[in-house]
Nanobody, 120 residues
Framework: QVQLVESGGGLVQAGGSLRLSCAAS????????MGWYRQAPGKQRELVAR??????NYADSVKGRFTLSRDNAKNTVYLQMNSLKPEDTAVYYC???????????????WGQGTLVTVSS
């Protein structure tokens, strides 16, 4: 019904930058939250950044380096990642909370993930 497609991952050296994007398709009446999570091998999935109730929150580990933004006209959310570190290596997942038609149910939707690898 609603799908999220992530892109922009890849291989980058420490200190470099990447810009992830997450584009939504489907019948969305409103977006309550937009967020990015990541999961490194053998570790739990963790929240990276999220926009909810008009406020943007970042994990302490990425604050000052990552920036979450959105383009409502394109139904797209972005994660600009600067000063990347090897510990940022993970699969990054887009997560939206949306209200969908025609029943106007609230759903939590996940993207398939995009791999970010930061070499030292």
């Amino acid at each position: 019904q609603v799908q999220l497609v992530e892109s922009g991952g890849g291989l980058v050296q420490a200190g470099g930058s990447l810009r992830l994007s997450c584009a939504a398709s489907g019948s969305i009446s409103s977006i309550n939250l937009m967020g990015w999570y990541r999961q490194a091998p053998g570790k739990q999935r963790e929240l990276v950044a999220r926009i909810i109730s008009g406020s943007t929150n970042y994990a302490d580990s990425v604050k000052g380096r990552f920036t979450l933004s959105r383009d409502n006209a394109k139904n797209t959310v972005y994660l600009q990642m600067n000063s990347l570190k090897p510990e940022d290596t993970a699969v990054y997942y887009c997560n939206w909370g949306v209200v969908v038609g025609p029943t106007y149910r609230y759903l939590e939707v996940w993207g398939q993930g995009t791999l970010v690898t930061v070499s030292s």
